[in-house]
């Protein structure tokens, strides 16, 4: 009978040590049992195959067993057995998706009434409680109110929301999680070296994957595997049967990206449809690659030398920027959910990684890696004997020779810059300006604009200015706080808050607070010019 039976039930755990995943709720029940405060009714919540009934069945085992209240029931008692194969008396299992009504509902606690006939208790188990209909619950109600001290309810639910309040507050709740993934993999290798089955671990990492946290799926996915593979689990096998993206194909995928190459980028996109491959999973696993990208770049420990795609990844987080990463993420998350709006999956995904070779930085060079960020000069200018002094408000640190009043925030508006080589010279401070050299400090928030392209363009835009070359170099340092844009955003909140107070001290706006118990919304206040006067508000 064992060889026929699916694994799923032939595995199911018969105690609370068996158990996966669950520790805390395994833990709560152990300490009510050993230290005997029992609830009168017990509510399980949790997704689909994560171990409610499980654990419901395994408790009425526990309250029940011959030898006693106990933890860890014998297993072996009449009791135990009967249980466990489904024929105890004084166990009733309802599923509430099927008996919905109220008749049913008043006959079941009619008999909850009567002691139990061989049990410590009679127990009731009632499997998606919340499918109930609302006057069910009333009927469950008053009985959950004054319990007869002989019954235990035992409710699991896939919906907890839908359960009445007045029934959620006169439960014990435990929410059952989604089993990890190592766990599903740790477990369903035991089975199959109990069962003699050869394996892979990357196979079973595959099936505990597709499993989504569900132990129950995962061994249904298991049998399936075993069948598909004539009895034998294998990668590729498992792959096939669950339709699973090989991860070479995103790893190119990547790799193409980076050298800028749309041909390969749609070639590897044609071998994929001629695949019938998942466009929907292609993205979906995208988004995992890049998030262990960005682990690895960010936490390095939190990716394992233990799984397949280790060097690629590492290798990948030491050329692509975490921005770059980030961008990548959020496209390959809003293409799959448009893949329902496009012609079809295959010019939605083709699209999506158009987008993403789009947005590619400019300094990967095609059929070469990318380039490395430029090196910056992170060495400070307070040498032996020279101390920068305060600066006053609205004053420079350094002034050209041949023209004293020109400071470096005047100097950005008169060079044609624009995007972000505008952008880098806003958010710089010169720690020296003079005729023949310009230093620039940049603060460590915007050190992602120092590329060298930018820097180029500066570069560029000073020598045209001054009529020679110019010797400009950028540092990460601390700044004073006068860096162009941060004069010109103290120049607007100052405007702002002239037009407010403007605004306020205006006879009719005062007149309308005063008798009609107006309110200013301060935000809806924005300063304007006039061509005669640049301090007008409106």
């Keep these: 009978m064992s060889q026929t039976q699916v694994l799923a039930r032939k595995w199911r755990p018969r105690n ?21 405060r029992l609830h009168h009714a017990y509510l399980l919540t949790g997704t689909r195959g994560v171990g409610k009934t499980t654990i419901a069945r395994i408790l009425a085992k526990s309250l029940n067993c011959e030898i ?19 024929s105890f008396i004084d166990l009733i299992e309802l599923d509430a998706a099927s008996n919905t009504q109220v008749d049913n509902m008043r006959e079941l606690l009619e008999n909850a009434l009567y002691a139990p006939t061989c049990g410590r208790y009679k127990i009731y188990i009632i499997d998606e409680v919340h499918m109930l209909s609302k006057s069910a619950f009333n009927a469950m109600l008053k009985t959950l109110e004054e319990p007869p001290t002989h019954v235990k309810f035992i409710l699991a639910t896939t919906d907890q929301q839908k359960i009445p309040i007045t029934v959620l507050s006169r439960c014990l709740q435990f929410n059952l999680k989604q089993i990890p993934q190592p766990q599903i ?20 990492q595959l099936v505990a994957r597709a499993a989504q946290g569900s132990m129950r799926d995962a061994l249904s996915l298991l049998d399936q595997a075993i069948a598909f593979g004539a009895g034998k689990i294998e990668e590729a096998s498992v792959r096939d049967m669950l339709g699973i993206i ?15 190459n749309g041909v390969k980028l749609l070639s590897l996109a044609d071998e994929m449809d001629a695949q019938c491959l998942s466009f929907d999973c292609a993205l979906q696993d995208m988004a995992v690659i890049l998030h262990r990208i960005a682990l690895a770049q960010a936490v390095p420990q939190a990716i394992g030398e233990d799984i397949p795609e280790y060097v690629r990844i590492n290798a990948l987080a030491k050329i692509l920027m975490p921005d770059d990463i980030q961008l990548f993420y959020q496209i390959a998350l ?9 012609p079809d999956e295959y010019a939605g995904f083709t699209m999506t990684l158009l987008r993403m070779l789009t947005f590619m930085p400019e300094g990967f060079a095609a059929n070469q890696q990318p380039p490395q960020v430029p090196p910056i000069n992170t060495q400070h200018l307070v040498k032996a004997g020279h101390k920068p002094q305060p600066i006053p408000e609205h004053t420079t640190q350094h002034v050209l020779a041949d023209n004293p009043d020109l400071t470096w925030p005047q100097l950005t508006q008169r060079l044609k810059l624009a995007g972000m080589a505008k952008m880098l010279a806003q958010h710089s401070e010169a720690k020296i300006l003079s005729a023949d ?9 915007h050190k992602h604009l120092l590329e060298k392209k930018y820097q180029d363009k500066i570069q560029s835009a000073l020598n045209t200015f001054f009529g020679k070359p110019i010797a400009l170099d950028f540092f990460v340092g601390s700044i004073t706080g006068l860096t162009p844009a941060a004069i010109q955003q103290r120049a607007e909140e100052e405007k702002q808050a002239e037009a407010i107070a403007a605004i306020e001290k205006d006879p009719v706006v005062q007149e309308l607070i005063e008798q009609f118990d107006a309110k200013l919304i301060i935000p809806s206040i924005k300063p304007i010019q006039n061509k005669g006067d640049s301090n007008d508000e409106r």
Excluded: W
């Excluded at 050299?437 to 928030?445: F, G, N, R, T």
């Design 185 to 204: 993999t740790d477990h369903l290798k035991k089975i199959l070296a109990q069962e003699k089955i050869p394996c892979d671990i990357l196979s079973l």
């Design 68 to 86: 006693g209240i106990t933890a860890a029931p014998c297993g072996t008692c009449p009791t135990c057995m009967q249980i466990d194969s489904g």
């Design 16 to 36: 609370f040590t068996e158990l996966t995943g669950q520790e805390h709720v395994v833990r709560a029940l152990t300490n009510a049992l050993e230290q005997n």
């Design 246 to 260: 090989d991860h070479s194909y995103l790893f190119d995928l990547l790799d193409a990206l980076i050298r800028k």
């Design 437 to 445: 050299k310009i230093e620039l400090c940049v603060p460590e928030a």
């Design 334 to 342: 809003h293409g799959r959910g448009d893949l329902s709006l496009a």
